[in-house]
């Protein structure tokens, strides 16, 4: 939403007169979508500082690389709710409106927390792809404290990439201040995000389709002595047994959907078949989840990246709704994240009661 408001300039050509004061004529939208614009916002911001702050307060979390690396998406959703509601200020305050160090922080804000969420979700994806099929390469990557690396890394290298990039225009910013932030590197700027958004989006669609359908050959069928591969998978995706009291012969599955029910284990065959059983739906589960999350992506941000490179030709409102859905999207991701993690809507229940209480 770094561009909401439109603006002309009469008897003025700031390209040529870096002294003169162009006479601005605004386009508002209308007093209720810019409210509910901002109350988008504010929901987004809301809802992804919650979920920021259970990741810092629950450990639990943290070693859960599945759980973490689909929770730390809500970084670069403050980012994209911080710049959309600077894009609302910019057409409710004229003094918003001539700034230019608003304009470039509205710009760095939205595009840095739009290129960082690509990238999180393009994580997440190839996480899957590595737990499913190369759980190796997965232990190298993302296991124990290098998985803050790889995120840490990848933030600071989108800043700086958008940083070299930004080159305002001396006069005041107009309509348009993504080509006015990156003014003196602006064809550049666009081969760059061409570049960079189609190969973390092309990237992130081809490892979510290659693990469905290595997934779907590896557990069509579970031989009755068992499947080492559903084994070896099984270690990776947070399933544990605790050990039942003397009179109770059932395995509880901790981090199970609450509608898998474990039956006593007769035989070693029935104990194979049950972990392949088991195994496939929580592959499944967390496969179902990622598949959400790029869907929902592509429906709300998809327009947005595929056009940002050519959005010079469209009209403002319509760049102004695009960064809208966008917004939306940062603000779905949240919901999601509780309606379909049971650990996690355990914890927002848990803490929702507490201040209740």
Not at 121 to 140: A, G, P
Not at 191 to 202: A, E, H, Q, V
Not at 217 to 234: C, E, F, H, M, W
Request: hydrophobic residues 45%; aromatic residues 12%.
């Amino acid at each position: 939403m770094a561009n909401v408001n439109g603006m002309t300039s009469r008897d003025c050509r700031p390209n040529i007169s870096l002294n003169c004061s162009p006479h601005v004529e605004q386009d508002h939208y209308s007093i209720p979508i810019n409210a509910f614009f901002l109350f988008v916002g504010i929901l987004t911001l809301v809802f992804n500082s919650g979920i920021l702050v259970l990741i810092v307060k629950e450990k639990k979390i943290r070693l859960n690389l599945y759980h973490f690396l689909v929770l730390i998406l809500c970084v670069s959703d403050v980012l994209v709710g911080l710049g959309f509601i600077f894009g609302i200020l910019r057409t409710v305050h004229p003094a918003f409106q001539t700034s230019k160090a608003f304009a470039v922080l509205n710009v760095l804000l939205t595009t840095t927390g739009l290129y960082i969420s690509l990238y999180h979700t393009f994580l997440i994806s190839l996480q899957r792809f590595l737990v499913i099929c190369k759980e190796k390469w997965n232990t190298l990557i993302f296991q124990q404290n290098r998985r803050y690396f790889v995120c840490v890394s990848g933030w600071i290298a989108i800043l700086i990439s958008n940083c070299i990039f930004i080159s305002p225009h001396p006069a005041s910013p107009g309509s348009d201040i993504i080509s006015y932030v990156y003014n003196g590197h602006y064809q550049a700027y666009t081969i760059y995000i061409r570049f960079l958004t189609t190969s973390l989006l092309f990237s992130t669609v081809i490892l979510y389709l290659v693990t469905i359908v290595y997934m779907l050959k590896t557990y069509r069928k579970i031989s009755p002595t068992g499947d080492s591969n559903a084994l070896q998978v099984i270690e990776t995706i947070n399933i544990h047994t605790i050990e039942p009291h003397p009179s109770q012969k059932a395995c509880v599955f901790s981090c199970l959907p609450h509608q898998v029910r474990v039956r006593p284990i007769r035989s070693r065959g029935e104990a194979s078949n049950q972990i392949g059983t088991l195994t496939r739906k929580k592959v499944m589960s967390t496969l179902y989840l990622v598949g959400l999350l790029i869907t929902v992506l592509l429906i709300f941000t998809g327009p947005l990246v595929v056009t940002l490179s050519w959005r010079d030709t469209f009209p403002t409102r319509l760049r102004g709704i695009l960064f809208g859905l966008c917004c939306i999207n940062s603000t779905l991701n949240p919901i999601i994240y509780v309606w379909k993690l049971v650990d996690i809507r355990g914890i927002v229940k848990s803490a929702l009661f507490c201040l209740n209480r």
